[in-house]
């Protein structure tokens, strides 16, 4: 069943997936691995493609057409679909066809004491289980209708294991996700009937999130369903609903990422934005460091990210659908203050007023030639943001009550060191932390004090705005200036076009006054993705997504850019504010 109202994608691309389920069906395995077949993949335990899926003929592989939509995934051959795929819950999949071979196999392939899965039937319901080593978790198979032919049940070492369904007739099954044991599978809904609530759970979510949309935002409708097929259920580590950043083999919540889902999702589901914002800051340490990552199974602290958090809450309160109260906002003041004082406290070396950075995944910008003559340096992004978020966490203090003075002595002195120690007539640099070396100037990540370039000489803004300007080609702002020597189509930080740093000078643009710069960026970065999806990163000259080709916060920073364009279009038509969010108070 294909609604003619539902974005279709190919799964090479975006996973088909459910909002809250830790699975997808795809062909991409792992990291860069793509399989010729659909895969069931599990992001427990980390990302492992634990089934295969194929229509089979005599036990052959039949070629086939894969297409998606946000509700059915079909398997179409010669033209007729012989299979279809949908998730009745998170950790359910149906699966069912009209007629011809469809065969499930172990992914493995090859079952050894740690790996692999082991198959059997079980003589309690008769239902076909994989039990998995990599995810510890079983994959039970319920036949619905039809007929099932296990090969290789109980079988050990490297004898094939799989499920051959029909041949003779229309089949259903039912393959579960569970732990050691669970009721017999049961359900009340059709195929067709659970194809269509989740067709309406999606229309319902794209409404939350884009209800704005237009046909100036094309690709609005696929950016909402790569945020809603990336969301998974508490579990494990990850203690609430959270937007894993992909479900292919990004399926973490880093310590940055997670603030540009949040601002995507806070008007229309402002407790969804505010869950995305304080996912990470669940885990935060003793000394009030943010872990680096956090999936279900594991939460890093070797890195931290860089405390964008302060300039990220203050842009998710002026979208959020809903005022903020009292207790949300000593929560987030807690976690922004203790963050701000790890970065001071912990990362500024004595004596020095410039917090430091250890290495180039601290920056998020793991690479950038930044940091070619010292990974330990003192950086003017970091002071930038540390700035904002200290203002931000002092007129929170002042409207909880607390003393928001202290906090502002604090970011005065770290302003004043950034323009007198980091900076020349020629604009920005960073610094060696032990060797005071100045760094290479042809990265992108040297500009990004423009965010704080309302508070800079307005000299100082200009000459930002000036710099990015050579950055800019015809798709966005490149992360390393092309015709440099280290520049690199596809160099992660040393050229591509990225979601976060494309958002940072946009709104920093924006903040000192380079209003026309600031659109062109918009505009170019939402035509960047209306031409090549929501990958990772994008070639800067020919637009091409690279890397991950499903990343959310490539897709919630277009959100953001297509609403916000919307939005001033509808106040300079008529000439009004944009009515975004509440920005102030509590709620009662």
Not at 378 to 406: K, R, Y
Not at 426 to 452: M, N
Not at 455 to 465: C, D, I, K, S, Y
Request: charged share 20%; glycine share 8%; net charge negative.
């Amino acid at each position: 069943m294909t609604s003619p109202t539902l974005p279709t994608f190919d799964v090479r691309e975006i996973p088909f997936s459910y909002r809250g389920s830790w699975m997808n069906l795809s062909p991409v395995i792992g990291l860069h691995a793509h399989s010729e077949h659909v895969h069931l993949v599990s992001h427990l335990t980390g990302m492992h493609a634990v089934l295969r899926f194929a229509p089979t003929l005599f036990g052959e592989v039949v070629p086939a057409v894969v297409e998606a939509d946000p509700a059915v995934l079909s398997w179409r051959v010669n033209g007729q679909v012989v299979a279809r795929a949908v998730f009745e819950s998170g950790e359910v999949v149906r699966l069912a066809g009209d007629a011809g071979e469809f065969t499930i196999a172990d992914a493995a392939e090859v079952l050894t004491p740690f790996s692999g899965s082991y198959f059997f039937r079980a003589p309690s319901d008769g239902a076909f289980v994989f039990t998995s080593y990599e995810t510890g978790r079983r994959y039970r198979i319920t036949v619905l209708t039809g007929t099932a032919v296990a090969q290789g049940a109980e079988a050990l070492g490297n004898d094939a294991r799989a499920l051959t369904l029909g041949g003779d007739g229309p089949w259903e099954v039912a393959i579960e996700q569970i732990e050691s044991a669970a009721a017999p599978y049961a359900t009340a809904e059709s195929f067709d009937a659970v194809a269509e609530r989740v067709a309406a759970e999606y229309a319902d979510y794209l409404g939350a999130v884009a209800g704005w949309r237009t046909d100036d935002t094309p690709a609005t409708t696929l950016a909402a369903y790569t945020l809603w097929s990336a969301t998974v259920a508490p579990a494990g580590f990850v203690t609430r609903e959270s937007v894993l950043m992909s479900k292919h083999w990004m399926d973490k919540v880093w310590s940055w990422d997670h603030c540009f889902n949040a601002l995507a999702l806070a008007p229309g589901l402002p407790d969804l934005a505010l869950d995305q914002f304080l996912t990470p800051f669940d885990h935060q340490d003793a000394a009030g460091a943010m872990p680096d990552s956090v999936t279900h199974s594991e939460v890093l602290y070797n890195f931290v990210k860089p405390p964008i958090h302060g300039w990220a809450f203050q842009r998710l309160r002026e979208r959020l659908g809903r005022p903020l109260t009292r207790e949300e906002c000593e929560t987030v003041y807690g976690h922004l203050a203790r963050w701000s004082r790890f970065w001071l406290d912990h990362r500024t070396a004595p004596g020095r007023a410039l917090p430091f950075y250890e290495h180039g995944n601290d920056s998020g910008w793991d690479n950038a030639t930044t940091f070619d003559h010292d990974r330990v340096i003192e950086s003017p992004d970091l002071a930038a943001f540390l700035v904002i978020q200290l203002d931000v966490v002092a007129d929170l203090a002042d409207e909880l009550g607390h003393d928001g003075d202290t906090w502002r002595t604090e970011r005065d002195r770290v302003q004043q060191a950034l323009l007198a120690e980091l900076r020349d007539a020629e604009g920005f640099f960073a610094v060696g932390g032990h060797s005071r070396r100045e760094s290479k100037r042809t990265s992108l990540l040297t500009l990004l004090p423009i965010l704080a370039s309302d508070r800079f000489p307005t000299e100082v803004g200009a000459q930002l705005a000036e710099q990015i300007g050579h950055h800019l080609t015809s798709w966005g702002p490149a992360t390393q200036l092309i015709g440099t020597s280290e520049y690199e189509s596809d160099g992660y930080w040393r050229g591509p076009i990225w979601a976060p740093s494309t958002m940072i000078v946009e709104e920093g643009l924006r903040r000192g006054g380079h209003i026309a710069l600031a659109d062109t960026v918009n505009r170019r970065f939402r035509a960047l993705c209306e031409e090549s999806g929501f990958a990772e990163n994008f070639d800067a000259i020919t637009g091409e997504g690279l890397r991950d080709r499903a990343y959310t916060w490539t897709a919630s920073v277009y959100l953001v850019f297509a609403d916000d364009h919307l939005r001033r279009d509808v106040a300079s038509s008529v000439d009004v504010g944009d009515g975004a969010g509440t920005g102030v108070g509590f709620r009662a």
